[in-house]
């Protein structure tokens, strides 16, 4: 039980992930059963509570897609169940601090653009637009969301707000 509540205490863990560390510190499987269900009696390991807290930890310092937000997920040994339920928008992120957490697929790759760009403008040259939806898409985006994101930047830092794609080539995959 100590390994297990010093493990917890840095931040929230799956119960795979406690299992895992149990079994590296050598306890048998009836020790690790015993502690596993007595910390989920206690609400220390809860997986849904975890994904909630994965997603809304995601949006809120590292936004990617949901694609990859699921396979972190999946390493961490979150059950396919919880991943359905919040792929269905049953386990909504809570908002901390009352700040605003993205919450659709375009506001998080927007926010996760604008965080790469750190307030520089968005680029005209066309390689330069290339690599920046080469970016979103390897943080989980779709080529789609990727696009439009890509889009609606560029018809926002272009004087008068028009939607001209710079280069023409947003309309290829980035």
Same mark, same amino acid.
């Given at each position: 039980m100590e390994i297990a509540v010093r493990f917890l205490g840095t931040r929230p863990r799956t119960r795979r992930e406690l299992l895992l560390r149990l079994r590296r510190a050598g306890a048998t499987?009836?020790?690790? @059963?015993?502690?596993?269900?007595?910390?989920?009696?206690l609400g220390y390991v809860d997986d849904v509570a975890f994904a909630r807290w994965? /997603?809304?930890?995601? @949006?809120?310092? /590292?936004? +990617?897609? +949901? +694609?990859?937000?699921?396979?972190?997920?999946?390493? +961490?040994?979150?059950?396919?169940?919880?991943?359905?339920e919040l792929r269905g928008g049953e386990l909504p992120a809570p908002s901390l601090d009352g700040e605003a957490v993205p919450g659709t697929e375009?506001?998080?790759a927007s926010a996760a653009l604008s965080a790469h760009l750190r307030g520089r403008p968005m680029p005209t040259d066309p390689k330069a637009v290339q690599r920046l939806g080469a970016f979103l898409m390897r943080r989980g985006f779709d080529p789609e969301t990727a696009r439009s994101t890509l889009?609606?930047?560029?018809?926002?830092?272009?004087?008068?707000?028009?939607?001209s794609d710079?280069?023409?080539?947003?309309?290829?995959?980035p």
């Amino acid at each position: 039980m100590e390994i297990a509540v010093r493990f917890l205490g840095t931040r929230p863990r799956t119960r795979r992930e406690l299992l895992l560390r149990l079994r590296r510190a050598g306890a048998t499987d009836e020790v690790n @059963d015993a502690t596993l269900a007595r910390l989920e009696r206690l609400g220390y390991v809860d997986d849904v509570a975890f994904a909630r807290w994965w /997603a809304e930890q995601r @949006d809120r310092h /590292a936004p +990617r897609g +949901r +694609r990859m937000v699921e396979a972190e997920l999946r390493q +961490r040994g979150i059950p396919r169940e919880v991943l359905d339920e919040l792929r269905g928008g049953e386990l909504p992120a809570p908002s901390l601090d009352g700040e605003a957490v993205p919450g659709t697929e375009p506001e998080r790759a927007s926010a996760a653009l604008s965080a790469h760009l750190r307030g520089r403008p968005m680029p005209t040259d066309p390689k330069a637009v290339q690599r920046l939806g080469a970016f979103l898409m390897r943080r989980g985006f779709d080529p789609e969301t990727a696009r439009s994101t890509l889009r609606a930047a560029a018809a926002e830092s272009t004087p008068g707000g028009s939607t001209s794609d710079p280069g023409g080539r947003l309309a290829e995959d980035p």
